[in-house]
């Protein structure tokens, strides 16, 4: 059965900073591996999609690793900024499936 | 822009009464359609994978009764929580996909029960 856990649960820091958020998962055949924002009181966005043959995905200050062997998934967000702050989590399909399992999320504060 | 749409973002409902949550794809069409729902500060969790011209499956410890999908269309599926309680606020969310590398979240919908 597919597990996702991601930590820290929480992060607190200061404007500027890189970030590294951690998700791993326990079984490694996965199609992709998807990592969202929310914000609180609001809905979902999607912000990289990693196919299983890739190891990376970027998007402006985002970059997210895929490592399908060793069951990990990093996000890094360059130079975080007050807006950044949500809370991210990483799903992956259950194998052979559409259906997510969802990692626990990270809360993300950007202190300014 | 948006593929899979959830309608409404925001709903306010009285204990006791029904509400339905509607989940569209917007540029595909989907045979299959899953339903999450968020507890407050858990993670989303699958409730039940909605059926195009068939009966919903649920996950294990969700009641049928009580959260009712249809899924009489291609492009539509709702969700309909009926006599609801202030325990049933959530978020719900739903998701559509059009093979295992193309799946779309819907933005969610938030649901108060009074």
């Known amino acids: 059965k597919q597990e996702v856990t991601q930590i820290p649960a929480a992060l607190s820091v200061p404007e500027g900073e890189n970030l590294v958020l951690n998700c791993s998962f326990t079984?490694?055949?996965?199609?992709?591996l998807q990592w969202f924002r929310q914000d609180p009181g609001k809905g979902l966005t999607s912000l990289l999609l990693?196919?299983?043959?890739?190891r990376e995905q970027t998007s402006g200050r985002l970059n997210a690793s895929l490592d399908k062997s060793s069951g990990r998934s990093t996000l890094y967000i360059a130079a975080s900024q007050p807006g950044d702050s949500a809370t991210y989590l990483c799903?992956?399909?259950?194998?052979?499936?559409?259906?997510?399992?969802f990692g626990t999320g990270t809360r993300l504060k950007v202190l300014a | 822009g948006a593929v899979v749409s959830q309608h409404p973002s925001w709903v306010i409902c009285k204990s006791g009464t029904s509400v339905k949550i509607e989940c569209r794809s917007l540029d595909f069409q989907a045979t299959t359609m899953f339903w999450y729902r968020q507890f407050p500060k858990q993670s989303l969790m699958l409730m039940a994978t909605s059926n195009e011209g068939s009966k919903a499956t649920y996950e294990q410890g969700v009641e049928k009764d009580k959260f009712l999908i249809n899924h009489a269309s291609l492009t539509l599926s709702t969700l309909t929580v009926t006599s609801a309680h202030p325990e049933d606020s959530s978020f719900y969310i739903c998701?559509?996909?059009?093979?295992?590398?193309?799946?779309?979240f819907g933005e969610g919908s938030w649901l108060t029960v009074v």
């Open positions: 998701s559509a996909g059009q093979d295992l590398n193309t799946i779309y």
């Open positions: 990693i196919q299983s043959s890739q």
């Open positions: 079984d490694s055949a996965i199609y992709n």
């Open positions: 799903a992956v399909p259950a194998s052979g499936t559409y259906k997510y399992i």
